[in-house]
């Protein structure tokens, strides 16, 4: 994932590849993230979220929908 | 602590102390584990999504994330040190991940225009950017250099 100065850029850098603009998140998002991912990867029981962990964590800051579901199918065969 | 976690935890050490992953003769030394075991671990955390290993040569790390082994567009200072992040979520993920204030130095995936990220207290300082994911959740790990 990039970073952008702002929503027109993505824009421009979609229509560059031809390829649809996604989801978008901003700053706040993004730390929430940072944080609930490697707040403990330097422990002894740190892991990687399971995919209904990742599904409840992106829900939490209004990520939803099968783009966030690490277990949709849908985007198996599709771009 | 079972082998795969010490393993783990030297391999997140390593780098936060020298900003450079170690490979596995490194951690086979530092740990006074035999070759075959720590590399057969190195696959085990790849399996587990917690390293990816270079992809000619598994005996070195390319991503521990949130850190790169590599350089990339994506530099965090700290600590008068230099790490590299893999991408903008691992970016701040950095400084999450060390608990430690930091500067992100990264570019407009478009433009190219040089932004700045600062984490203070914890926090990221407010600042005119969006992060764009192109890739769905469900696809992250089949090109996850892409990604």
């Not at chain 1, 824009?11 to 993004?30: D, M």
């Not at chain 2, 070195?60 to 008068?80: C, D, L, N, Y």
Request: one cysteine or more.
């Amino acid at each position: 994932m990039l970073l952008f100065r702002s929503e027109e850029t993505v824009t421009q850098w979609c229509e560059a590849r031809g390829i649809p603009v996604r989801p978008i998140i901003n700053l706040s998002q993004l730390w929430y993230l940072a944080v609930t991912w490697y707040g403990n990867r330097l422990t002894v029981d740190s892991r990687r979220p399971a995919p209904d962990e990742m599904v409840e964590i992106f829900a939490g800051i209004g990520l939803e929908g099968p783009f966030w579901d690490p277990k949709a199918d849908q985007w198996h065969s599709a771009t | 602590m079972d082998f795969d976690g010490a393993v783990k935890l030297h391999i997140y050490e390593t780098i936060a102390q020298t900003t450079q992953p170690p490979n596995t003769h490194e951690v086979a030394q530092a740990l006074k584990a035999p070759l075959t075991e720590v590399e057969a671990a190195f696959e085990r955390l790849h399996k587990k999504r917690l390293l990816v290993p270079e992809p000619n040569d598994p005996s070195r790390i390319r991503m521990a994330p949130p850190f790169s082994g590599v350089v990339t567009p994506f530099r965090v200072k700290m600590r008068e040190r230099l790490y590299y992040a893999n991408c903008a979520w691992d970016a701040l993920g950095i400084p999450a991940a060390l608990h430690h204030d930091a500067l992100v130095e990264a570019y407009d995936g478009h433009s190219g225009e040089p932004i700045t990220l600062e984490v203070t207290g914890g926090q990221p300082v407010a600042q005119p950017c969006v992060i764009h994911f192109a890739v769905p959740a469900a696809r992250w790990w089949e090109d996850i250099l892409y990604t």
